[in-house]
């Protein structure tokens, strides 16, 4: 057998020293960044969503999860889950990669509904030197008790296709016509981006089927995280394509990640694109998943980018998962609105009025400012602008561009400006102007819906521990009502 590759961070949960966890859960526990209502690690890195579902009268949401310090190292399984998708219970570590075909992480992958078990498919990362790696699709299992098991029979598929390198990963599995198909993200030989595709009679026993032709003027050299799914009648396919080039108001991240809406053939290795576009608009969104509960399909993604350090690295966490949206179809569009779940979590009202002419600020102090939801309605007349984090030595802007119908988000004024290289402003045009805008405030991140999901920008903030104020200025008539947001997860 090869040598596996060996450095620190490959270690898992059960090597922690005495009193290193402990002591980690501590470090980070009170940073003032933490959120409240946003799905978070307690202390290490969380990344990627993961096997999301609805299943046996509770939603499940589990996450790549790094341990020992605000970095990416061995990933295991994390897992939440909730009644209401608001309030979120923690679960011991659903994944814990001790096997050999797992050696060097258990990876990305979603879940299936398979009788009166959830499977959970996910991606065994091996590791021989910096370079030289090889991928593994595993299996584990969860009954209707919550209990998970590794299948006896991993891995499910060994190794990679010829004429792809080590770079195969993220099973996404579903069912059709009495067959399973397994998409995985996957980088050619000759380094650029492809979505490989494996089937099944039982979702056990895999055979590799061939790559799938997606005719999209995107290559990248890795593409990663697919997604499928049907929406009234349109299919949809979700990836994140590393390595490709900024384009007007697209692609502006280091890692971005697109939608395409068109029509599925399976059987023929086709997708045949109509349209494609941006998923999200923000400066930390990657790696969604979605799946489907009570008629709708609900997403979750990543806030968060791949190898960038931020404020709260220093207390040894880093990222949160965004909030779960509902996928609404508009022609071939797909907005994305806050869950109506959340309203659960909404407090009390703490400020509301109308602004016109000169505008009116709207007073927060410095503890409500901190989670909260603005709801903003405008007659488009004119410009406008809204800031967020106000205080005496930085803030955060939302301006809106009449004649242009333009709407940019500006996290320059604020001193903690994470991913500078990349740009400290994110803007799209819109169809029709603006009409209104929905925020979503938890201390360190903004969650930006705007025309009902038209446009979203999801922007992680770290503002100073200083008096805030948000404020709101327009020449036309802007009606606005700010509520407080309840703690949904714990600390």
Same mark, same amino acid.
């Given at each position: 057998?090869? =040598?596996?590759?060996?450095?620190?961070?490959?270690?898992?949960?059960?090597?922690?020293?005495?009193?290193?966890?402990?002591?980690?859960?501590?470090?980070?526990?009170?940073?003032?960044?933490?959120?409240?209502?946003?799905?978070?690690?307690?202390?290490?890195?969380?990344?990627?969503?993961?096997?999301?579902?609805?299943?046996?009268?509770?939603?499940?949401?589990?996450?790549?999860?790094?341990?020992?310090?605000?970095?990416?190292?061995?990933?295991?399984?994390?897992?939440?889950?909730?009644?209401?998708?608001?309030?979120?219970?923690?679960?011991?570590?659903?994944?814990?990669?001790?096997?050999?075909?797992?050696?060097?992480?258990?990876?990305?992958?979603?879940?299936?509904?398979?009788?009166?078990?959830?499977?959970?498919?996910?991606?065994?990362?091996?590791?021989?030197?910096?370079?030289?790696?090889?991928?593994?699709?595993?299996?584990?299992?969860? &009954?209707?008790?919550?209990?998970?098991?590794?299948?006896?029979?991993?891995?499910?598929?060994?190794?990679?296709?010829?004429?792809?390198?080590?770079?195969?990963?993220?099973?996404?599995?579903?069912?059709?016509?009495?067959?399973?198909?397994?998409?995985?993200?996957?980088?050619?030989?000759?380094?650029?981006?492809?979505?490989?595709?494996?089937?099944?009679?039982?979702?056990?026993?895999?055979?590799?089927?061939?790559?799938?032709?997606?005719?999209?003027?995107?290559?990248?050299?890795?593409?990663?995280?697919?997604?499928?799914?049907?929406?009234?009648?349109?299919?949809?396919?979700?990836?994140?394509?590393?390595?490709?080039?900024?384009?007007?108001?697209?692609?502006?991240?280091?890692?971005?990640?697109?939608?395409?809406?068109?029509?599925?053939?399976?059987?023929?290795?086709?997708?045949?694109?109509?349209?494609?576009?941006?998923?999200?608009?923000?400066?930390?969104?990657?790696?969604?998943?979605?799946?489907?509960?009570?008629?709708?399909?609900?997403?979750?993604?990543?806030?968060?980018?791949?190898?960038?350090?931020?404020?709260?690295?220093?207390?040894?966490?880093?990222?949160?998962? =965004?909030?779960?949206?509902?996928?609404?179809?508009?022609?071939?569009?797909?907005?994305?609105?806050?869950?109506?779940?959340?309203?659960?979590?909404?407090?009390?009202?703490?400020?509301?009025?109308?602004?016109?002419?000169?505008?009116?600020?709207?007073?927060?102090?410095?503890?409500?400012?901190?989670?909260?939801?603005?709801?903003?309605?405008? =007659?488009?007349?004119?410009?406008?602008?809204?800031?967020?984090?106000?205080?005496? &030595?930085?803030?955060?802007?939302?301006?809106?561009?009449?004649?242009?119908?333009?709407? =940019?988000?500006?996290?320059?004024?604020?001193?903690?400006?994470?991913?500078?290289?990349?740009?400290?402003?994110?803007?799209?045009?819109?169809?029709?102007?603006?009409?209104?805008?929905?925020?979503?405030?938890?201390?360190?991140?903004?969650?930006?819906?705007?025309?009902?999901?038209?446009?979203?920008?999801?922007?992680?903030?770290?503002?100073?521990?200083?008096?805030?104020?948000?404020?709101?200025?327009?020449?036309?008539?802007?009606?606005?009502?700010?509520?407080?947001?309840?703690?949904?997860?714990?600390?």
């Amino acid at each position: 057998m090869t =040598t596996r590759y060996f450095e620190p961070k490959y270690r898992t949960i059960l090597e922690a020293k005495e009193g290193e966890l402990e002591a980690l859960a501590n470090k980070s526990a009170y940073d003032l960044w933490k959120p409240v209502y946003h799905i978070h690690p307690q202390y290490g890195l969380l990344n990627d969503p993961n096997g999301l579902a609805w299943f046996k009268g509770r939603y499940h949401v589990f996450y790549q999860w790094y341990p020992y310090g605000a970095y990416h190292g061995m990933k295991h399984w994390a897992h939440v889950s909730s009644e209401n998708l608001a309030e979120f219970e923690r679960h011991p570590v659903a994944i814990t990669p001790v096997e050999d075909y797992e050696s060097h992480g258990a990876y990305s992958g979603a879940s299936l509904q398979v009788g009166d078990e959830l499977y959970l498919f996910y991606t065994g990362n091996v590791k021989y030197d910096k370079e030289a790696r090889d991928a593994h699709q595993c299996l584990a299992i969860m &009954n209707e008790a919550g209990e998970i098991r590794k299948y006896e029979k991993n891995p499910l598929i060994e190794g990679v296709p010829e004429g792809y390198t080590g770079h195969v990963r993220d099973p996404k599995v579903f069912e059709q016509n009495g067959t399973y198909y397994m998409l995985l993200g996957a980088q050619r030989e000759n380094k650029t981006g492809a979505i490989i595709v494996y089937q099944s009679p039982d979702a056990l026993n895999w055979s590799f089927y061939g790559e799938l032709s997606v005719n999209i003027d995107l290559e990248g050299y890795m593409w990663e995280c697919p997604d499928y799914f049907e929406l009234e009648g349109k299919d949809y396919l979700i990836f994140s394509p590393q390595g490709i080039d900024p384009s007007g108001e697209n692609y502006h991240n280091v890692f971005n990640t697109v939608y395409a809406a068109g029509t599925l053939n399976i059987e023929k290795l086709q997708f045949e694109v109509e349209e494609y576009h941006e998923l999200d608009k923000g400066f930390d969104f990657y790696a969604p998943q979605s799946f489907e509960a009570d008629g709708k399909r609900l997403l979750y993604g990543w806030a968060g980018v791949g190898e960038v350090n931020f404020p709260t690295d220093e207390n040894a966490w880093a990222h949160c998962l =965004t909030l779960p949206r509902e996928l609404v179809r508009k022609g071939n569009r797909l907005l994305q609105r806050p869950a109506d779940s959340l309203s659960l979590l909404q407090g009390e009202l703490l400020a509301e009025g109308s602004t016109q002419g000169a505008g009116q600020e709207a007073l927060l102090d410095n503890t409500t400012a901190k989670a909260f939801r603005a709801l903003i309605s405008t =007659t488009s007349t004119s410009d406008m602008s809204v800031q967020l984090f106000e205080s005496e &030595n930085e803030h955060f802007e939302i301006r809106y561009d009449h004649d242009a119908k333009k709407v =940019t988000v500006d996290r320059s004024g604020m001193t903690h400006v994470v991913e500078a290289a990349f740009g400290t402003t994110r803007e799209v045009t819109l169809e029709n102007g603006l009409s209104e805008i929905e925020v979503l405030v938890d201390h360190s991140i903004a969650e930006i819906f705007v025309n009902g999901g038209e446009a979203v920008f999801t922007c992680r903030v770290f503002p100073l521990n200083e008096e805030k104020k948000v404020a709101i200025t327009s020449n036309s008539k802007t009606n606005y009502g700010i509520y407080s947001m309840k703690r949904g997860i714990s600390r």
